[in-house]
């Protein structure tokens, strides 16, 4: 039985209590995202394994030690997604967005996946809201989506998060890296785990990622990135610092930040905050300009970042930021006898269709039990309809804060209850902004 009543190691569940905090940051993030012209994809939870195998890298922890991958009916080895970048480079070039304007802009919220140990911000299930830009070499483009990240996080009010900002070449000045890289590891090599050591042959630069904290303490010693990026390369790392540097958005030059997937080139990016514990790191990104190319497109430039939305909001309440509550049941119809049912049933439809929260009986309660659930589920008002109520077409509207009872007409309360909020949540403000001289009459007529 606990098989069944318990969710998988590394999954949450996210209850409806909840889940305004993921709504409010999600609508949030794609807003921000919009107002720099990104658009959302929406893409499989499950694609081809080849994908990740050539996107991500055959050497990476994600594809050698993480992937959800199985055989489905077909015998096609699927593999659930775990992150978003393959999967739209993949929907980019089969849908020929390439042959579009450039760049493109996507962003998007998913799920991913990744066999990983569990521990506090890391999950086996987890989500991201990312952002990819396909078709833009130049080094204004890093700024953008750095930006982008950057509003993000001042918008929601997070802060201490620093960001650490590297780049780690192409190519052809990490061929020099690579042989540097080879040499220091080589002397090293009895203390590498196994998979490290195969990655000495393949990609070493992979160790520099290692979990192990063997692997890592070794790492630490080794030569860094920048100090063997080409003439190229440097000069538009340099070009993003300065952009940066003019829109006033604060960073570190780290040069030990590789990232954990292979398609990175030149800019790679962490936003980091020791608010959290151990899983830190809130956003990573950076250039990927062979990606779509090593997919079998054309040479298209391109970049972006991912943002864990969990480790987002433990870090939101790591800093009492607080996350506006949606609002709840603004009327409760409480009827009383079978009669009074169907008439609330009909009150209750006409208040939502003229935009009002509205909830009723459907359990058949007494009024007593009713009135429980009323002030459980926080309804603002109510109203008591008996078949007095009913054959005078009026009814007593109750105020469930301060008691405060207001006679209405029945058939119109639905189309007045809306207004009635207005001037409530209005006058509301006014008193807790506490100006004097406003005549409130006036805002009120105005509405
Ligand atoms: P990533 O660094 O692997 O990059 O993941 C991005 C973010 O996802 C991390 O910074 C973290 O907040 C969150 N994350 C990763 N793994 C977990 C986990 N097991 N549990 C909870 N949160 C996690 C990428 O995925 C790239 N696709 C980002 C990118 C987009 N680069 C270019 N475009």
Redesign the pocket.
């Given at each position: 039985m606990a098989l069944v009543t318990k969710a998988i190691k590394?999954t949450q569940d996210i209850l409806p209590s909840e889940v305004y905090k993921n709504q409010f940051i999600e609508s949030t993030m794609l807003e921000i995202a919009d107002k720099f012209g990104f658009r959302e994809l929406r893409t499989p939870v499950f694609e081809h394994t080849e994908l990740f195998q050539r996107g991500v890298g055959e050497t990476t922890d994600?594809v050698q030690k993480e992937m959800y991958t199985f055989n489905d009916k077909g015998e096609r080895s699927i593999t659930l997604r775990?992150?978003?970048?393959?999967g739209?480079v993949r929907a980019f070039l089969e849908h020929g967005l390439f042959n579009e304007a450039l760049p493109q802009k996507f962003c998007y919220v998913l799920n991913?996946y990744?066999y990983?140990k569990?521990q506090a911000?890391?999950?086996?299930e987890?989500?991201?809201f990312?952002?990819?830009m396909l078709g833009a070499a130049h080094p204004a483009a890093d700024a953008e989506i750095i930006s982008l990240a950057n509003e993000i996080f001042a918008f929601l009010g997070v802060e201490n998060l620093r960001l650490e900002l590297n780049s780690i070449g192409c190519p052809e000045c990490r061929k020099n890296y690579h042989n540097a890289l080879k040499e220091y590891f080589e002397a090293k090599k009895e203390n590498l785990c196994p998979t490290c050591l195969e990655r000495l042959g393949k990609n070493p630069m992979r160790i520099l990622d290692c979990k192990s904290p063997i692997c890592k303490e070794i790492s630490e010693g080794a030569p860094a990135i920048l100090d063997y990026i080409c003439d190229d390369c440097s000069a538009h790392f340099e070009s993003v610092r300065k952009y940066l540097d003019k829109m006033n958005i604060e960073y570190v030059v780290n040069p030990r930040i590789v990232?954990?997937?292979d398609?990175?080139t030149r800019t790679v990016f962490?936003?980091v905050s020791t608010d959290i514990g151990a899983?830190g790191?809130?956003?990573?990104?950076?250039?990927?300009d062979g990606l779509v190319e090593e997919l079998g497109g054309p040479h298209t430039p391109s970049?972006?970042?991912?943002?864990?939305t969990?480790?987002?909001l433990m870090l939101m309440a790591a800093q009492g930021i607080e996350i506006p509550k949606p609002n709840g049941c603004d009327i409760y119809i409480a009827p009383m006898g079978e009669n009074a049912s169907y008439e609330a049933a009909a009150i209750t439809a006409d208040l939502r269709a003229n935009g009002v929260s509205a909830q009723t009986d459907v359990v058949g309660r007494s009024l007593k039990a009713q009135m429980k659930y009323a002030d459980k589920i926080g309804a603002k008002y109510t109203v008591v309809l008996g078949d007095n109520e009913i054959e005078n077409g009026k009814a007593n509207l109750k105020n469930m804060d301060n008691g405060e009872i207001t006679e209405v007409e029945l058939a119109d309360l639905a189309e007045n209850f809306m207004n009635f909020l207005v001037q409530q949540a209005t006058l509301s403000l006014a008193e807790s902004l506490d100006v004097e001289g406003v005549d409130l009459s006036s805002i009120l007529g105005s509405i």
């Open positions: 590394g994600v775990p992150e978003g970048t393959a739209a991913c990744r990983e569990p911000g890391r999950w086996r987890f989500q991201q990312g952002v990819e990232r954990g997937l398609y990175y962490e936003f899983q790191t809130v956003c990573g990104g950076g250039r990927y970049l972006g970042f991912a943002l864990g969990g480790r987002l």
